[in-house]
T-cell receptor, first 109, second 115 residues
Framework: GQNIDQPTEMTATEGAIVQINCTYQTSGFNGLFWYQQHAGEAPTFLSYNVLDGLEEKGRFSSFLSRSKGYSYLLLKELQMKDSASYLCAVKDSNYQLIWGAGTKLIIKP | NAGVTQTPKFRILKIGQSMTLQCTQDMNHNYMYWYRQDPGMGLKLIYYSVGAGITDKGEVPNGYNVSRSTTEDFPLRLELAAPSQTSVYFC??????????????FGSGTRLTVV
């Protein structure tokens, strides 16, 4: 079966750095996405990785290792508004997105 | 640019009733999707469409139907609502593969309760 694993919940302090991990087992791989979802709202696109390595976008970076079936999202200089769920999703060999259950990130002052 | 517009935002249905969730996008995207999101679970694909006149089943299609008569509109029909269909429904759209850096654009969601 296809599976995407993320921690259920993480807590971090305002101004700090946090790394959210994602491991996947899918039938084929055509890219990995990270989305942010605030409570009661729709997911919004954060990043896309298809090649190994690190992609940086401002305070957010995403890393991919295809051989290990592993990705992480790195959030720097955490702000209270970063409190949200972070969803990892992988596009499989049929170009369908398989979604993780999401990691709820709690930021404390 | 409105993006992806979903209506209604909230709805309570009685068991056995039917309803249509509306979804419209103004980005000229070919691909459109319907997902449901249950608490603590990942998004599950119900139906998707790669263009007007073309639809296909996703992971959890039972109890739902869709149509795609235009590029802009992709309504989701619930027939004979059941408590198991209580969920938050999201419509999304995207450009064809090759423009992945833009990701999917989601509507604001419909919170449906079946009682």
């Amino acid at each position: 079966g296809q599976n995407i694993d993320q921690p259920t919940e993480m807590t971090a302090t305002e101004g700090a750095i946090v790394q959210i991990n994602c491991t996947y087992q899918t039938s084929g791989f055509n890219g990995l996405f990270w989305y942010q979802q605030h409570a009661g709202e729709a997911p919004t696109f954060l990043s896309y990785n298809v090649l190994d390595g690190l992609e940086e976008k401002g305070r957010f970076s995403s890393f991919l290792s295809r051989s290990k079936g592993y990705s992480y999202l790195l959030l720097k200089e955490l702000q209270m508004k970063d409190s949200a769920s972070y969803l990892c999703a992988v596009k499989d060999s049929n170009y369908q997105l398989i979604w993780g259950a999401g990691t709820k990130l709690i930021i404390k002052p | 640019n409105a993006g992806v517009t979903q209506t209604p935002k909230f709805r309570i249905l009685k068991i056995g009733q039917s309803m249509t969730l509306q979804c419209t996008q103004d980005m000229n995207h070919n691909y459109m999707y319907w997902y449901r999101q249950d608490p603590g679970m990942g998004l599950k694909l119900i139906y998707y469409s790669v263009g007007a006149g073309i639809t296909d089943k996703g992971e959890v299609p039972n109890g739902y139907n869709v149509s795609r008569s235009t590029t802009e509109d992709f309504p989701l029909r619930l027939e004979l609502a059941a408590p198991s269909q209580t969920s938050v429904y999201f419509c999304a759209s995207s450009s064809p593969d090759g423009q992945e850096s833009y990701g999917y654009t989601f509507g604001s969601g419909t919170r449906l309760t079946v009682v």
